[in-house]
């Protein structure tokens, strides 16, 4: 009864390639985001949803693609892979609103070789 | 320019010390939160501060947000070797912000039996 699940847990691919990564929240939460974290910890944000509606767009390169079929599923489709797309990237959801707190899925990892 | 300074970045102690981490702005946020983070797992909500001087006490976790709502710190009294991991600060901003997350570069502790 995971409550932010993503999969795969790691991904190793070539660069050119295109890959997907699924998240599934069983939280009831109406928003869910998508963060990067690169080899310095640093986590930033690249999209959010709010009820299956596109609500943040950081400046993340076209070929990503997100796309939330229900509001209880984010997934992240990467065009073109590049060697700087390697880092870990986590999937979050929470209720809408500035004081709640994210719930974050565990992170794929992913390896552009 | 980092919306959020976390300080320090690194913190080596022993077994019974106490520390404190430190989040700085130069922005007002409309909430705080802190994330404890192990390798291989994504972040775990600690607490969300949302009221300026607020001051929350979890077990030997001291959170405090500052006066002003631009600052934010924990404190560990005796800390334990389970204590180790990545401690992230986060605000939020508020307005339309749909709960989007600013994160800090984060504090790797460690604490030696």
């Known amino acids: 009864d995971t409550a932010v699940s993503q999969t795969p847990k790691y991904l190793v691919t070539q660069m050119g390639n295109d890959k997907s990564i699924k998240c599934e929240q069983n939280?009831?939460?109406?928003?869910m985001y998508w963060y990067k974290q690169d080899s310095k910890k640093f986590l930033k944000i690249m999209f959010s949803y709010n009820n299956k509606e596109l609500i943040i767009n950081e400046t993340v390169p076209n070929r990503f693609s997100p796309k939330s079929p229900d509001k209880a599923h984010l997934n992240l489709h990467i065009n073109s892979l590049e060697l700087g797309d390697s880092a870990v990237y986590f999937c979050?959801?929470?209720?809408?609103?500035?004081?709640?707190?994210?719930?974050f899925g565990s992170g794929t990892r992913l390896t552009v070789v | 320019t980092q919306l959020l300074e976390q300080s320090p970045q690194f913190l080596s102690i022993q077994e019974g010390e106490n520390l404190t981490v430190y989040c700085n702005s130069s922005s007002v946020f409309s909430s705080l939160q802190w994330y404890r983070q192990e390798p291989g797992e994504g972040p775990v909500l600690l607490v969300t501060v949302v009221t300026g001087g607020e001051v929350k006490k979890l077990k030997r976790l001291t959170f405090q947000f500052g006066d002003a709502r631009k600052d934010s710190s924990l404190h560990i009294t005796a800390a334990q070797p389970g204590d180790t991991g990545l401690y992230l600060c986060?605000?939020?901003?508020?307005?339309?912000?749909?709960?989007?997350?600013?994160f800090g570069q984060g504090t790797i502790l460690t604490v030696h039996p």
């Open positions: 979050a959801s929470s209720q809408t609103g500035t004081a709640y707190g994210y719930t």
């Open positions: 939280l009831g939460h109406d928003t």
């Open positions: 986060a605000g939020a901003l508020g307005g339309t912000s749909y709960g989007k997350l600013t």
